[in-house]
Structures are given as C-alpha cells and as structure tokens.
C-alpha cells in the first residue's frame, strides 16, 4: 500500500498540477490562475504527493451566497484530479474530504458545490460516495455543449471516510 500525503499546494508544485490538470481534464486555466487561488485560498488548495511525484489536487474557493436572506461561503470545487495509475485509491475523496474540512474550519463555508459532466460516472461516482447531491442541471454549460451537473453537499461532510 503507497503512502500518500495529502497537504497544501507549494509555489515550485504549481506546474505539476497544470500538466495533470491540462493530461486530465478538457476544462483548462492560465497560470496565473492557478497561482491566484494559491494565494488567496492557500488551505483550500491541496496536492496528494507519492514521495516527490504529485499524483493528484483539488483546487477550492470561497463564493459568497444569499441563503434564508443571510450572507453565507460556500465552497466552490474549481478542479480535482487524480493521476491515472494512481485512481481508485481513495485518494480523490482524501483530497476533497480534506479541502472541505478547511473550508468549513478556516474559511467558515456551510455547503460545498460544484460542476461536473453528466457523463462523468467516476467524478459523479466520487461526489454521491461523499454525500453529495444533484441540485440542478446547467445546460450547455460546457464548450462543447454538454450539460452539467451541480452537486452540492452540507458542511462539515455528512460522510468523511478517509
Ligand atoms: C474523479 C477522480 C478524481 C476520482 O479519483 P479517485 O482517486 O480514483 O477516486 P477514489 O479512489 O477516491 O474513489 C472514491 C469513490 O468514488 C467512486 N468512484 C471512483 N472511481 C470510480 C469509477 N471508475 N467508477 C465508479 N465509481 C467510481 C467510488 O464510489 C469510489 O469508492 P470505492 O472505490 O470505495 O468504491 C478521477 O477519476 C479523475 O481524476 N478523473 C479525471 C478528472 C475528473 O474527471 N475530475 C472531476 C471533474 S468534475
């Protein structure tokens, strides 16, 4: 069984994750993007490291919304992924799991939510393994036309298996 660490992004890490994020996913983001949200939401942005090889991340935010006429944070999942020959480890749920519980600590969100494609079974997988539920359907949502889910979960996470 690998040893796994879960822990916050480090700047010289930055370009591991843009390349598995870029090997992983068809949504993509500039640099500069990835080095805003390590900087403003540093707790929210976790690496899984296999000794110095970076296997998988989680980048979070923190979105202000109206709830029962009350400002509340809520988490926004931005970009989870997990290196091919590492998956069905449990270590994206580690790394979500994770990045929730600092969300709801440090930042005080109530409810984590995010996007994910309708045809996403392992992503989908994950989310409804963690407690997560559908909320909506964005149509179109993505470039290519496809339809998204929002899931969204209540925080702390109802089920933490780590
Ligand atoms: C989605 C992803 C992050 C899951 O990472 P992972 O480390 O393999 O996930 P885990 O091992 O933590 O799996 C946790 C649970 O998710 C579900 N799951 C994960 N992969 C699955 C699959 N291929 N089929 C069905 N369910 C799956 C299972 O419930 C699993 O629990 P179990 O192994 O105890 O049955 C990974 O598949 C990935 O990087 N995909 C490409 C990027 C992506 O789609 N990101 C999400 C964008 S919204």
Known sequence: MLSIEIRPVEL?????????NRVTLPE????QFFQEIMSQYPKAFLVA??????VGYVMMRI???LSLLRWVNRAHVISVAVHKSFRRQGIGRRLLA????????EYGAVEVYLEVRVSNNEAVGLYRSMGFV????NQGYYSDGEDAY???????????RR
Do not use: H, W
């Open 63 to 65: 979105e202000k919304s």
């Open 28 to 31: 993509n983001y500039p640099p």
């Open 134 to 137: 559908i909320k909506d359907v």
């Open 12 to 20: 010289p890490e930055l370009d591991d994750v843009i390349r598995l």
């Open 49 to 54: 490291k296999s000794g110095s090889f970076t």
């Open 150 to 160: 929002v899931m969204q979960a209540p925080l702390p996470l109802p089920m933490v």
């Open 98 to 105: 994770t990045a929730a519980e600092r969300c709801n600590e």
